[in-house]
């Protein structure tokens, strides 16, 4: 997956309670197990408004001009609750954002987005959403910043680890391969010790 330091973008402000998975990619929007091209689907519900012709719903705020490019997405409470569907973050992904700020999300949906390269930062965006300028946010530093002011997040170790280099789940279980070797020796060592201790008895 790609790294992640810090990104730099205005911020979609979708500023609702209990987005769930399906708003975020309708399930007849996964048409593959493919992470790429999940772009289009991303809000389908509420970004056209006619689903199968792509008409645009110029209400919607994706569909405004100013956030063309955006890559920082703002959300309410409880994030892509709902089903556990890795598509929602490979939907986000897909069409270009790097971080979300929400009040608080899934648990699952918050570990697809670490999977993903998305930064899922937990804090309240309504007033970062009043900033009508680019914000940073920045993994290093665990801080967003912008119109002059910086709000701290927290984020655990590992995950933090995991964006910064760039690492999934199996990248860095891989990072101790030669500790896993280890512990394999010691323990077929173990194994073949104590079988041959019940031959002799």
């Not at 703002?74 to 971080?99: I, V």
């Not at 946010?137 to 910064?164: H, K, N, Y």
């Not at 280099?165 to 860095?172: T, W």
Request: proline share 5%; aromatic share 8%.
């Amino acid at each position: 997956m790609r790294a992640f330091t810090s990104v730099t973008s205005r911020a979609v402000p979708l500023i609702r309670d209990n987005i769930d998975t399906d708003a975020i990619i309708p399930s007849r929007e996964m048409r593959s197990v493919s992470k790429q091209g999940l772009a289009a689907g991303l809000f389908a519900n509420w970004r056209y408004d006619d689903v199968d012709s792509r008409t645009p719903n110029a209400d919607f705020v994706l569909n405004d001009p100013l956030y063309a490019d955006a890559c920082i997405l703002l959300g309410g409470d409880n994030f892509g609750c709902g089903s556990s569907r890795e598509h929602a973050a490979w939907a986000l992904e897909d069409y270009g954002f790097r971080a979300v700020i929400a009040a608080k999300f899934n648990p699952i949906f918050r570990g697809n987005c670490l999977r993903n390269g998305i930064v899922p930062v937990a804090l309240d965006a309504r007033p970062i959403a009043r900033i009508d300028a680019p914000i940073t946010v920045d993994i290093q530093t665990c801080t967003v910043s912008g119109g002059g002011q910086v709000w701290p997040f927290e984020i655990d170790a590992e995950a933090r680890r995991m964006l910064i280099e760039g690492l999934d789940p199996i990248a860095l279980t891989l990072l101790e391969a030669d500790a896993i070797d280890a512990f394999e020796q010691r323990d077929r060592a173990t194994r073949g010790w104590a079988y041959v201790g019940r031959r002799s008895d």
